[in-house]
T-cell receptor, first 113, second 112 residues
Framework: EAAVTQSPRNKVAVTGGKVTLSCNQT?????MYWYRQDTGHGLRLIHY???????EKGDIPDGYKASRPSQENFSLILELATPSQTSVYFC????????????FGPGTRLLVL | GEKVEQHESTLSVREGDSAVINCTYT??????FPWYKQEAGKSLHFVID?????DRKQSQRLIVLLDKKAKRFSLHITATQPEDSAIYFC???????????FGAGTKLTIKP
């Protein structure tokens, strides 16, 4: 029973199209995160959220929006996808405080043609 | 903001030997340093961490060292095994900060 799930797991999109990546967590964590992973860059934070209704910009937010409609769900939205957004996207959940561990989803591989 | 540099992009060691991965950080306020492991084709999972109130922490074959003066920390894997082959990410953050800054990752290969 995976605690952080992502959908879709693989996605092919066309340039200029809209893409929505979804994340669901059953950890009851307040914080959720979206990262992208690219060779040579490690993980870079796109957006994060402190709880339902909140979204914050990470280190590379340009070209992305986020939505946190509930404690469990956090979406990443690419309104106008570009080939430079081809990447592997990871969602994570975590709680600040004494234990800052983040728990990652399985990842979504996005190819923008 | 914080920057974390991971010095080895790849590392290859013989099975049974020790592996050392080194990271440096820039923000003197950083106080929490986790390590994550990513096996081939899989997601990341937490392996060990260290907080700034100690300079050494061990969990079985994993040892983390922290040098606050040099702003450097390292992961030592002793008696390496084939299942240690993975990409390892170091990271840094302040206590209570919601954001963690990751290094670029080190691909560790254990040779038979």
């Amino acid at each position: 029973e995976a605690a952080v799930t992502q959908s879709p797991r693989n996605k092919v999109a066309v340039t200029g199209g809209k893409v929505t990546l979804s994340c669901n967590q059953t950890n009851n964590h307040n914080n959720m995160y979206w990262y992208r992973q690219d060779t040579g860059h490690g993980l870079r934070l796109i957006h994060y959220s402190y709880g339902a209704g909140s979204t914050e910009k990470g280190d590379i937010p340009d070209g992305y929006k986020a939505s946190r409609p509930s404690q469990e769900n956090f979406s990443l939205i690419l309104e106008l996808a570009t080939p430079s957004q081809t990447s592997v996207y990871f969602c994570a959940s975590g709680d600040a405080g004494d234990q800052d561990t983040q728990y990652f989803g399985p990842g979504t591989r996005l190819l923008v043609l | 903001g914080e920057k974390v540099e991971q010095h080895e992009s790849t590392l290859s060691v013989r099975e049974g030997d020790s592996a050392v991965i080194n990271c440096t950080y820039t923000d003197t306020a950083s106080s929490y340093f986790p390590w994550y492991k990513q096996e081939a084709g899989k997601s990341l999972h937490f392996v060990i961490d260290i907080r700034s109130n100690v300079d050494r922490k061990q969990s079985q074959r994993l040892i983390v060292l922290l040098d606050k003066k040099a702003k450097r920390f390292s992961l030592h894997i002793t008696a390496t095994q084939p299942e240690d082959s993975a990409i390892y990410f170091c990271a840094a953050t302040n206590y209570g900060n919601e954001k963690i800054t990751f290094g670029a990752g080190t691909k560790l290969t254990i040779k038979p």
